[in-house]
């Protein structure tokens, strides 16, 4: 069973930064995806960061950035502590959002399938990150 627990959401100034944690529990050690997702209220979730990793190939191994998050968001793992990272600098008021922890038992070899909500069969729970101008 796949788990996934967000946390380090909040309240920041535009300008700032935030790190949000995501700690994830069951899944393998190949051949996963996992994404960062937002959603504001009456705007359609969309994907902002993804981190694949694939066993068997290296182009299936890779991360993507949404266009709107490129050179302010950066999303990384710890494998030990099984958690990624999404570090968000420069943070605008249309950040502001509830960001979303999936997973998919898949590598992802092209952006665009990176960023379907679709193919993600795991969620958490979301964390709340406001901007305040």
């Known amino acids: 069973q796949v788990q996934l627990v967000e946390s380090g959401g909040g309240l920041v100034q535009v300008g700032g930064s935030l790190r949000l944690s995501c700690t994830h529990s069951g899944l393998p050690y190949d051949d996963h995806t996992l994404g960062w997702f937002r959603q504001s209220p009456g705007k359609e979730r969309e994907g902002v960061a993804a981190?694949?990793?694939?066993?068997?190939?290296?182009?299936?191994?890779?991360?993507y950035y949404a266009d709107s998050v490129k050179g302010r968001f950066t999303m990384s793992r710890d494998i030990a502590r099984n958690t990624v990272y999404l570090q968000m600098n420069s943070l605008k008021p249309e950040d502001t959002a509830m960001y979303y922890c999936?997973?998919?038992?898949?590598?992802?070899?092209?952006?665009?399938?990176?960023?379907?909500?679709?193919?993600?069969?795991?969620w958490g729970q979301g964390t709340q990150v406001t901007v305040s101008s």
């Open positions: 999936a997973a998919t038992l898949a590598p992802t070899f092209l952006q665009q399938a990176a960023f379907r909500s679709s193919q993600y069969r795991y």
């Open positions: 981190i694949s990793r694939s066993g068997g190939s290296v182009s299936g191994s890779g991360t």
